[in-house]
């Protein structure tokens, strides 16, 4: 194996999706590693689907590779690419595929052929372009497809995991996927404490905080053109009210309609004020309709997808941010949502709930206001108390913003990242294997070994 002392060994990062409007944290993990000296080659399982992206994705000097895929819809193309790949994968090495197909077929968890079929295709690829070690972002589907790859040509991974990844996923799949993994990370102390008493393995667990550009985070006003703003805001407002802003992507766990509820139990009382919600996705129509039947037209206005720049702007505008996340039937919720870092950062005070990693952030009456999740009064009570105490907000973002410099910057929570990734690396006995081992004239033994 290459020396790592001089960063010049090549990382992949495996991804679902490159790039993706919601996940920041991961393009701005990508960034600061490359500013430390990494290189890097990202793989993606899936295109991107959004017709945007934050202005920092043109900042990334690593190639992107996407797999070719079966999903959603059959591409003879991608068949092809993927037919020839496993091909290939088989004339290297017999003996090798058999037993990693063997190896797929017994997995206890749901399967998917497209996992297999990817899973091959990204081993050939990481043989073609010398990667010498794997990260995947997400312990579900991807990191299933680097142990498939792994198991094809050798080449050692690691795992971040973040929420839904592991709280809706099985305990013995989790544990598995772990154990053959260098080391793994998660963004939350809640998690780690969670993965480590689910662990039968030994692979080491480390709390790993998603950390932000606090340089990007700390602009003047000045600099930020809130000519946009008008685009974004209901022109029926006047600009002196109290102004909400809440951000994330219209799904249940993000509870954007105790949200609503709360501003409807508040135009009810009386009080003047406005609410902005950024985001998308698959509930808008819902949230879309109860804001027509709560008469909230004039109060709450959808701002659909911004990128970065555009949500700092609105960020500069905000006087409360608020996000009453919660944890869903199924077990599904977030970490630390990355939106309460970039408000914190701002001097914005925050409301949320007391679930998942949350509290590590926000120090409820120090850094911000916890509430109970589900709960649509105590949320309102929440909003009223920081709409009439205006002080009392200054200090809650004040004491934020210090929070998160001293504990989420992005240049000290990537480098221990980088020095993680290097020492796997570096400690890994695990070497590619050379090509052309095992080819198809010994067959006939290799099916006799793989029976026995």
């Known amino acids: 194996m290459r020396s790592v002392a001089n960063h010049t060994v090549m990382i992949g990062y495996l991804l679902k999706t490159y790039p993706k409007l919601s996940e920041t944290f991961i393009l701005n993990e990508i960034l600061e590693l490359e500013r430390q000296g990494l290189r890097l080659h990202l793989f993606s399982l899936r295109s991107p689907s959004d017709s945007q992206c934050h202005p920092g994705v043109s900042q990334v000097k690593a190639d992107v590779t996407y797999l070719p895929t079966l999903l959603p819809t059959f591409s003879w193309k991608d ?270 005070p925050v409301i949320s709930t007391r679930i998942s990693g949350i509290a590590e952030l926000v120090d409820s009456g120090r850094t911000g206001i916890l509430v109970p999740q589900k709960d649509a009064t105590a949320l309102a009570a929440a909003i009223e108390q920081l709409l009439s105490q205006p002080e009392l907000r200054k200090q809650l973002g004040q004491a934020g913003c210090t929070k998160v410099r001293q504990c989420f910057a992005l240049d000290r929570n990537v480098e221990q990242v980088k020095n993680l990734l290097l020492q796997a690396l570096q400690l890994s006995n695990t070497a590619r294997l050379p090509k052309g081992l095992g080819g198809i004239g010994d067959l006939s033994q290799t099916l006799e070994e793989a029976i026995r």
């Open 79 to 348: 068949a092809r690419s993927l037919l020839s790949a496993h091909l290939q994968l088989f004339w290297q090495h017999p003996l090798r595929y058999i037993r990693t197909l063997y190896f797929h077929g017994n997995r206890l968890e749901e399967k998917h052929w497209n996992e297999f079929w990817q899973g091959g295709y990204l081993a050939l690829k990481m043989q073609q372009l010398d990667i010498d070690y794997l990260h995947v972002h997400f312990a579900n589907i991807p990191a299933a497809t680097a142990e498939i790859a792994k198991h094809f040509c050798g080449v050692p991974f690691s795992i971040t995991a973040h929420a839904k990844d592991i709280y809706l996923s099985d305990s013995a799949t989790l544990d598995r996927k772990f154990a053959t993994a260098e080391f793994v990370l998660t963004c939350t102390n809640f998690n780690q404490q969670y993965l480590t008493k689910i662990a039968n393995h030994n692979t080491s667990i480390h709390l790993a905080y998603h950390g932000l550009d606090l340089q990007q985070f700390a602009l003047n006003e000045s600099d930020v053109c809130v000519a946009n703003l008008a685009d974004m805001a209901s022109d029926s407002l006047a600009a002196s009210v109290p102004h909400l802003l809440s951000v994330g992507r219209f799904c249940e766990k993000k509870g954007f309609f105790y949200l609503l509820e709360a501003c409807h139990w508040l135009k009810q009382q009386g009080y003047a004020f406005r609410c902005t919600i950024v985001g998308y996705g698959p509930l808008q129509p819902q949230i879309e309709r109860f804001i027509q039947e709560h008469h909230l037209t004039h109060i709450v206005h959808l701002a659909g997808k911004l990128t970065q720049d555009q949500l700092i702007t609105l960020y500069h505008q905000a006087d409360l941010f608020v996000l009453p996340c919660i944890i869903t039937e199924d077990g599904d919720r977030d970490g630390i949502p990355n939106v309460l870092l970039e408000a914190m950062a701002m001097q914005i």
